[in-house]
């Protein structure tokens, strides 16, 4: 099931970063941010949601700090004057890795997820429907900062909502020099494809082309990490034999999905270092794509 969108995302966005959010803060409003930490160049980023442009009013100022062995700062800011800290003494952020940051607007307080795991809570110190603006600061690289209605009411399809995803890129292969490794996927298949994270709730942002040309290549931002999920949607063609799915770094395919009409199985198989590994093609149930 899939949900409206509250407002298209932010790609690639500028560091320090400055958005309106479109409505204000409101109920059930979910936001996803999406990035890398700096290994360099300073201690600290910060994501906080104000009440203006201005910084004078922070409703919450959440602010990890790699100090002191790593610590986690909350607060809020009201007419230029700080409130008491809240803060946690654990930082699973690490520098030079990516992470994925979820902000989930409760009645009574936020909810922090990161990289698909509870991290923190935060109590409301001033009304949240007065927060119109975000803002992002300090050693961070953004890749996305996205927003959903959790609450809004379900679509028949998550197409409808139209956002747009990353851009989508078609390399060529470079002659004379071994390909410059980065983390891909392969889509030999004609579907439009969508990118969400791990929550089953977080409606996907969705390719606004409904068909690409084959063979399909998409870079993904900040690579794999555990509970990231990419979802795949399309149509097989009726005369199709054999289609198939690559997650890819560099040369190497870390996982190969091959459904196989013709074989009536769908194979599973790693290439590493120019060689195959052993087939996996058991499957727990009948051929699941027709």
Same mark, same amino acid.
């Given at each position: 099931?899939?949900?409206?969108?509250?407002?298209?995302?932010?790609?690639?966005?500028?560091?320090?970063?400055?958005?309106?959010?479109?409505?204000?803060?409101?109920?059930?409003?979910?936001?996803?941010?999406?990035?890398?930490?700096?290994?360099?160049?300073?201690?600290?980023?910060?994501?906080?949601?104000?009440?203006?442009?201005?910084?004078?009013?922070?409703?919450?100022?959440?602010?990890?700090?790699?100090?002191?062995?790593?610590?986690?700062?909350?607060?809020?800011?009201?007419?230029?004057?700080?409130?008491?800290?809240?803060?946690?003494?654990?930082?699973?952020?690490?520098?030079?890795?990516?992470?994925?940051?979820?902000?989930?607007?409760?009645?009574?307080?936020?909810?922090?997820?990161?990289?698909? @795991?509870?991290?923190?809570?935060?109590? !409301?110190?001033? &009304?949240?429907?007065?927060?119109? +603006?975000?803002?992002? /600061?300090?050693? #961070?690289?953004?890749?996305?900062?996205?927003?959903?209605?959790?609450?809004?009411?379900?679509?028949?399809?998550?197409?409808?909502?139209?956002?747009?995803?990353?851009?989508?890129?078609?390399?060529?292969?470079?002659?004379?020099?071994?390909?410059?490794?980065?983390?891909?996927?392969?889509?030999?298949?004609?579907?439009?494809?969508?990118?969400?994270?791990?929550?089953?709730?977080?409606?996907?942002?969705?390719?606004?082309?409904?068909?690409?040309?084959?063979?399909?290549?998409?870079?993904?931002?900040?690579?794999?990490?555990?509970?990231?999920?990419?979802?795949?949607?399309?149509?097989?063609?009726?005369?199709?034999?054999?289609?198939?799915?690559?997650?890819? @770094?560099?040369?190497?395919?870390?996982? !190969?999905?091959? &459904?196989?009409?013709?074989?009536? +199985?769908?194979?599973? /198989?790693?290439? #590493?270092?120019?060689?195959?590994?052993?087939?996996?093609?058991?499957?727990?149930?009948?051929?699941?794509?027709?």
């Amino acid at each position: 099931m899939a949900f409206i969108c509250a407002q298209p995302p932010y790609l690639n966005p500028v560091v320090p970063f400055s958005g309106i959010i479109q409505g204000g803060l409101q109920e059930g409003l979910q936001i996803t941010v999406i990035g890398t930490i700096l290994p360099f160049n300073g201690t600290r980023f910060a994501v906080n949601f104000q009440i203006g442009s201005s910084d004078n009013d922070i409703a919450f100022h959440f602010n990890p700090r790699f100090e002191n062995g790593g610590y986690l700062v909350c607060n809020t800011k009201q007419n230029g004057c700080w409130g008491p800290e809240e803060r946690k003494m654990h930082l699973p952020f690490q520098r030079g890795s990516p992470f994925e940051l979820i902000f989930l607007v409760q009645s009574s307080h936020f909810q922090v997820m990161l990289n698909g @795991s509870p991290f923190v809570q935060y109590p !409301h110190r001033v &009304p949240f429907h007065r927060v119109d +603006t975000l803002s992002i /600061n300090g050693i #961070v690289q953004l890749f996305s900062i996205s927003f959903q209605n959790t609450r809004a009411a379900p679509v028949l399809s998550a197409f409808s909502a139209m956002q747009f995803s990353q851009a989508a890129c078609f390399p060529h292969k470079p002659k004379g020099r071994k390909p410059q490794r980065q983390t891909m996927i392969h889509t030999p298949l004609s579907a439009p494809q969508q990118m969400y994270p791990q929550n089953p709730a977080f409606p996907p942002m969705a390719y606004p082309n409904p068909a690409y040309p084959m063979p399909f290549f998409t870079s993904i931002p900040g690579g794999l990490y555990p509970s990231k999920r990419i979802f795949v949607s399309g149509t097989v063609l009726p005369s199709a034999q054999r289609f198939h799915i690559n997650l890819r @770094s560099g040369s190497d395919i870390a996982f !190969h999905l091959n &459904p196989r009409f013709d074989e009536n +199985t769908v194979v599973r /198989n790693t290439h #590493v270092n120019g060689s195959w590994g052993s087939e996996e093609r058991s499957l727990c149930q009948k051929m699941p794509f027709t």
